[in-house]
């Protein structure tokens, strides 16, 4: 996945998740699921792109 790509996956599940969130609460199971899919391209995302930014 390019970088931009991974840009706008992040972007669209933290929308998700303020969606979701606003809708069932923060603790619901639903929240809970899609902050740990959010932490997961977080965590991609730095990964790929931002370690390698910090080792030059």
Avoid: P
């Amino acid at each position: 996945m390019k970088k931009q790509e991974l840009s706008n996956e992040i972007e669209k599940k933290r929308e998700e998740l303020i969606r979701v969130a606003s809708t069932n609460g923060l603790s619901s199971s639903k929240a809970i699921r899609c902050s740990q899919e959010l932490d997961h391209l977080l965590n991609t995302y730095h990964s790929r792109f931002i370690k390698k930014v910090n080792l030059h």
